[in-house]
Structure formats: structure tokens, C-alpha cells
């Protein structure tokens, strides 16, 4: 775990994080790592787990929230906004107060990927929460009471929040999404006490600015680079770290030159991981994964933060399960890459260079105007999505819910057009190599190669939690939850919750009793951007939305 300091961070959530019985931010720590130290249930006693309780949220479709456990009270949001926020008794599941944001009707058409919500973040007695309508809220911790709401970006030009905001000292930070419909990303700070803007730095240069040359024209206008996924700290450096979504639009025609010849046309800061001043929204440097992206690789993914003995010293670093298939592992403080290696099939690139930071592309499988590619691995939904990997110190793994899916890809003429899409491609999906869609990948990432792996029939499974007692639990989206041996990759037990399950599971632990959270309600709009793949994705279960809450019994 990475250790905080009061000075640097915010003491009270640092607090929470070094409470080895809660589950304080959406990643646990500030690192990401979705490791708990509680080692109640372990890989010799999950097969007694039993039901301890079950909350129904009372709305469908993509319920993708990781609770957060402060003391005995569970935070948990629904989806559709959220339509519910609820905190309830962390041991017994009796509400303790709701929270029902007003939701405008139209959000829906201005969510790209679902009207999915991932959770609140905690700090100085309040709970923090991003909207679909790009507002971000306070509420007292206590009683659901709102405290204030401030308005983040219209989402009327395809900008929702989706994911938990990131607290550090007296700064709430969040971004939000809409690289698909051409928004300029960007991130902002607001005042936790007040809610009073307090810095804003957008991720694409406007023309003119530092940065501006790498797009064509003035196409940065229209740049995407959103960052909607989650943030991670260190306290040490004072940094902030998070990564950006694809270029828009997706015909590279528009922003760059439509083929692999791209130059100084890289587009930046999209498809990017960003080291970030807290204090001002400074970019002190950058990391981009994937320059002049053709392929919608959005580098969102978390960034997972580890010390690790790399060629014998203790290494600070950042870990990012790319969606263009490369697992990268980066000095956290110098912002010098480590190692870059496929953690999936991938064939668009040949290797990932980390002296001259490109990956030695394969020409075929780079698409642009005049030049359509086949047979492109892995697909646009990444070797890895928004789902949440875990690092275990003890077994020194990484545990990644991967996708082996494929597609092929044709650009077409397209206008920037304001609240609807600005792609400009054709996607056919295809099914990966091998006879399957999914694999849950136990990474080791300084030998940088599998340990074991678990082959899935679907892809888009459940994020990752691991714990001290040699577990990992993650569910899938036929709805089966599972407790999994760390070490060696044997499923353990077994529970089908009824519907798909993409959300990170969580643990905790109340009077003395562990227990282990997963959020289900399976995806649904996803799977109209995955073809035939998409409709087995539907029809693997039914829409659902319910937190069951499980222990020793």
C-alpha cells in the first residue's frame, strides 16, 4: 500500500485508508491497489461463505459501484445518475438515509457507454459524488443531507461522470467523459468545503497553446482526451495521476495524417497517463500510450501504484493495463518507463519501444482514410476496460480481467456536430484467436509474463479485489461471483448472483467480522458496439441491480 502523509494528503481520509477494517476510496488506497490486509477469510475457509445480506438498488441496467466503507456504515450508489446514493448498516444492511439526486430525463443520449455510476468518494465527514449531468455533489456523511452541488461541464455536449472523484487535501478532483462526442477533456479541482472551482486544466491544448501543434488545424477544438475513469495519489511526490480517453473524432484523417507517417501529429495529451500538480493542475509530465490513436485505445485505464524490487531496488511505480494490449510500468517520480509487454493478443504493433516511447506499428493494421484494416487485435473495448485490476504485495500479482476480442476498421467523412456522436469509423467485431472472449490474467509484472489465467466464453467480466488471505474475488457476466486461490488460480467457491457483474468487489470488516461486497447489474448498452459477441452478452443474463453482501458462516 501506499502510505500517505497528513501533510500532503487529506488527514482524514488517510485516516480511513490506514484503517485496515474499511474500504475508504473506490481502489481502497490512494494507490489503486485493491488489496486488503484482512485476512479473515482465506483460501483454506471461503468455501463456507454465506449470504449475509442483500440490498436491492431499485434500478437497472450497469450497476458498476464499489461501495466505500466508512466505520459501519456502506456508501453505495445505483446507476441512472444515480438515480439512488445509500448508506446502510456496513453489518446488517438496514438503510441508514437515501439520497435521490433530480436527474434530467435526457442523460441517456449523452452517455455514450451506459448511465453507469462507480461510486462516491469520502473525506472530512462528506460524500462526494459525480453525476451523469456533469455535476458533482456534497452530502453530509451522517444524514444524506445535500451540502452543495456545483456544475462541473454541460453534459448537454456528451460529457457525463461516471466515476468517483479523488479528494486530496481541501481539493475534490474529477473528470468526466464525451470523447465520443468530440468534448475538449479536461480535470478540475473544486473547494471539498464550499464547492467553489478552483482550478481547471484542460487535457487537450487549444490552438495556440503548448501542445496545440501535435493536432492538424484546429481539430483539438474537438479533441476528446476525457478523463472519466479514477484517479490515484502520492503523497510523497505530491502527484496526482490519471490517464485520458481517445482523440476524437476516430477517422485520424481529421486530427493527424491518416496513416502511421504521423510525426509530430501524436495529439496530445490523449490516449496519455498525466502527472498532475494537485495544488495548481499543473501537468509536471506525461506518458502517451498510444500517439495519433486510430483504434478508440482510450488510455483511461487506473493507474495502479506499487513499490517493487525491479533489477534488485526498491522501484516506486505506476502500473497501467493499457486497452491497446501493453501492460506498462513506469517510474512514478521520474516519469521514465520500465517495461512495456503485452499482457494479450495484440497485433497492431509489434513491440512497444520505451527508448523512443512508440510502438513499432504494423502498417496493415493501422486504418485511415483510403485504407481500411482487417483483423486488428485487440478490439476497441481494450485488452483491459474500466474494470479494476488488483496488485497483491505478498504474491507480488497483478490481477487483470482481460478481453481477447478483435475487429476490423473503416473511417468515413465526418462534422462535429454538438451533443451527438463524432466517430467517423466502422467496427466490426470478431472474436479473438484461441475460443475465447475473456481471461482473468494473474500478471506478474517484473518478470512481465502470465502466472495463470482463467479463459472465459465472454469478454467485459468483473473488476478484481485481493486480500491477505491468499484470495482474489472477481465476478463475470453470466453473474457468477468467485473467491479464487492468489497464488495458483483454482476457483475456490462459486455463487451465480443473477446478473452480469462488471463492478470491483469489496471487503471490510465490522465487530470483528469480515465480509465481502459485490454490486451486480450487468451492461447494457455496451454490447451494441460488439455485434454478434454483443448479443451473447445480453443474453448471458438479465439487467439487474442489487449489492449482496457475503461472510463466514
Not at 481502489?27 to 488489496?35: A, C, K, P, Q, V
Request: hydrophobic residues 40%; contains cysteine.
Amino acid at each position: 500500500m501506499i502510505a500517505a502523509s497528513g501533510v500532503q494528503a487529506n488527514d482524514s481520509v488517510v485516516k480511513a485508508v490506514s484503517d485496515p477494517n474499511g474500504w475508504a476510496i473506490a481502489g481502497r488506497d490512494y494507490g489503486n491497489t485493491r488489496f486488503s490486509p484482512l485476512n479473515q477469510i482465506t483460501s483454506e475457509n471461503v468455501g463456507k461463505l454465506q449470504l449475509a445480506y442483500s440490498l436491492s438498488l431499485a434500478s437497472l441496467r450497469s450497476n458498476e459501484s464499489s461501495p466505500v466503507v466508512i466505520g459501519d456504515t456502506l456508501y453505495v450508489t445505483t446507476s441512472w445518475g444515480p438515480k439512488y446514493v445509500y448508506a446502510i448498516s456496513a453489518a446488517t444492511g438496514a438503510k441508514k438515509w437515501t439520497y435521490e439526486p433530480d436527474m434530467p430525463d435526457d442523460v441517456l443520449q449523452y452517455a455514450c457507454c451506459d448511465v453507469n455510476n462507480r461510486g462516491v468518494a469520502y473525506a472530512d465527514d462528506k460524500i462526494f459524488i459525480g453525476r451523469l449531468d456533469g455535476k458533482l455533489t456534497a452530502l453530509d456523511a451522517a444524514s444524506g443531507k445535500e451540502l452543495w452541488t456545483s456544475t462541473v461541464v454541460d453534459y448537454k455536449q456528451g460529457s457525463v461522470i461516471t466515476s468517483p472523484p479523488l479528494v486530496v487535501r481541501d481539493k475534490v478532483i474529477t473528470g468526466f467523459g464525451g470523447g465520443e462526442y468530440g468534448v475538449r477533456g479536461a480535470l478540475l479541482a473544486f473547494d471539498l468545503k464550499t464547492g467553489k472551482l478552483i482550478w481547471q486544466t484542460y487535457t487537450v491544448p487549444a490552438p495556440g497553446e503548448p501542445g496545440s501543434e501535435t493536432w492538424k488545424g484546429d481539430s483539438s477544438r474537438h479533441g476528446g482526451g476525457a478523463a472519466w475513469l479514477v484517479g490515484s495519489y502520492d503523497a510523497k511526490t505530491d502527484t496526482v495521476y490519471w490517464g485520458t480517453s481517445n482523440p476524437a473524432p476516430w477517422n485520424t484523417g481529421v486530427r493527424s495524417t491518416g496513416d502511421g507517417n504521423f510525426g509530430k501529429l501524436t495529439n496530445l495529451y490523449t490516449a496519455s497517463t498525466l502527472a498532475i500538480d494537485p495544488n495548481t493542475g499543473k501537468i509536471k509530465w506525461h506518458i502517451q500510450g498510444t500517439p495519433a490513436d486510430a483504434w478508440d485505445y482510450d488510455g483511461v485505464n487506473e493507474l495502479l501504484l506499487a513499490d517493487l524490487k525491479i533489477g534488485g531496488a526498491d522501484t516506486p511505480v505506476l502500473m497501467k493495463a493499457d486497452r491497446n494490449g501493453f501492460f506498462f510500468v513506469v517510474n512514478r517520480e521520474t516519469g521514465k518507463m520500465i517495461s512495456a509487454e503485452k499482457y494479450v493478443y495484440a497485433n497492431w504493433a509489434k513491440k512497444f519501444d520505451i527508448n523512443t516511447m512508440r510502438a513499432e506499428e504494423d502498417p496493415d493494421k493501422r486504418p485511415g482514410p483510403g485504407h481500411p484494416a482487417k483483423d486488428i487485435c485487440p478490439n476497441l473495448v481494450g485488452g483491459k476496460n474500466w474494470q479494476p485490476m488488483s496488485f497483491n504485495p505478498q504474491t507480488g500479482l497483478v490481477y487483470i480481467p482481460t478481453n481477447n476480442v478483435c475487429m476490423d476498421w473503416s473511417v468515413s467523412d465526418v462534422t462535429y456536430k454538438r451533443g451527438v456522436f463524432y466517430l467517423g469509423a466502422e467496427f466490426p467485431t470478431k472474436e479473438g484467436p484461441g475460443g475465447f472472449l475473456g481471461e482473468l490474467v494473474a500478471w506478474d509484472p517484473v518478470a512481465n509474463k502470465k502466472v495463470w489465467g482463467i479463459r472465459e466464453d465472454l469478454p467485459f467480466n468483473g473488476g478484481t479485489l485481493t486480500t491477505a488471505g491468499n484470495l482474489v474475488f472477481a465476478g463475470d457476466l453470466h453473474g457468477d461471483f468467485r473467491a479464487i486461490d492468489a497464488k495458483t488460480g483454482k476457483v475456490l467457491w462459486s455463487k451465480n448472483l443473477g446478473s452480469g457483474i462488471g463492478a470491483g468487489p469489496v471487503t471490510y470488516s465490522v465487530g470483528g467480522k469480515q465480509y465481502v461486497a459485490i454490486v451486480i447489474g450487468r451492461t447494457a448498452a455496451l454490447p451494441a458496439f460488439l455485434g454478434e459477441i454483443g448479443k451473447k452478452m445480453v443474453a448471458a443474463a438479465p439487467e439487474g441491480g442489487a449489492l449482496f453482501v457475503f461472510a463466514l458462516q
